[in-house]
């Protein structure tokens, strides 16, 4: 079983259109974050929840919206592609309580044309 | 954040201890050292973590120097299956910031 796992893995769209990346841990975690991992290969944060909560949102467009309809769960939702947003986003999950270590899914390459 | 300088490129032979250095000589006293790695086209996976003692694991071993401020990650037998960016990164205590913040990181490459 996948601990951390996303869907789709590859996505191709059209500018302006809307799309969803979803996010699924089986790890018992309370912490969901969503990282992107542009063309030059940097990671950065984009969001984190703790319990469906929102904990971090690191100055992310607003046309990018992070959804937790649970602890397992934590859905990208994103308005309006834009050439920009190509990149790849990790889900990752972590347990506060128990130590900081992170686990990663394996990405969703998104490309927008 | 506290910030890590590592070596953007480091080569090795296969089977032969790879050793991956990190500076990080602005930690704070409470600073774990973690390192993560990328293999291609995959996600980030954890390594290793320690705060001031050395620590061993299955996947590698950790060297933390006395003042802290550099750390080494040890490979004992490198693989070609370790061919990835080895990241080290700067996290606060257990209950901190959720923050895991990467930076350019080291990408091994090993030779067969």
């Known amino acids: 079983d996948t601990a951390v796992s996303q869907t789709p893995k590859y996505l191709v769209t059209q500018m302006g259109n809307d799309k969803s990346i979803k996010c699924e841990q089986n790890l018992g975690h309370d912490t969901m974050y969503w990282y992107k991992q542009d063309s030059k290969k940097f990671l950065k944060i984009m969001f984190s929840y703790n319990n469906k909560e929102l904990i971090i949102n690191e100055t992310v467009p607003n046309r990018f919206s992070p959804k937790s309809p649970d602890k397992a769960h934590l859905n990208l939702h994103i308005n309006s592609l834009e050439l920009g947003d190509s990149a790849v986003y990790f889900c990752?999950?972590?347990?506060?309580?128990?130590?900081?270590?992170?686990?990663f899914g394996e990405g969703s390459w998104l490309t927008v044309v | 954040d506290a910030k890590t300088t590592q070596p953007n490129s480091m080569e090795s032979n296969e089977e032969e201890p790879v050793h991956l250095p990190c500076n990080h000589s602005?930690?704070?006293?409470?600073?774990?050292i973690h390192w993560y790695r990328q293999l291609p086209s995959q996600g980030p996976e954890y390594v290793i973590h320690?705060?001031?003692s050395n620590v061993n694991n299955r996947m590698a071993s950790l060297a933390i120097a006395e003042d802290r401020k550099s750390s080494t990650l040890i490979l004992h037998r490198a693989t070609l299956r370790d061919a990835a960016v080895y990241y080290c990164?700067?996290?606060?205590?257990?209950?901190?910031?959720?923050?895991?913040?990467f930076g350019k990181g080291t990408k091994l490459t090993v030779n067969p």
């Open positions: 990164i700067l996290r606060p205590p257990q209950g901190g910031s959720e923050k895991l913040v």
């Open positions: 990752a999950s972590s347990d506060r309580a128990v130590g900081n270590t992170i686990y």
């Open positions: 320690g705060l001031t």
């Open positions: 602005t930690i704070s006293g409470t600073d774990y």
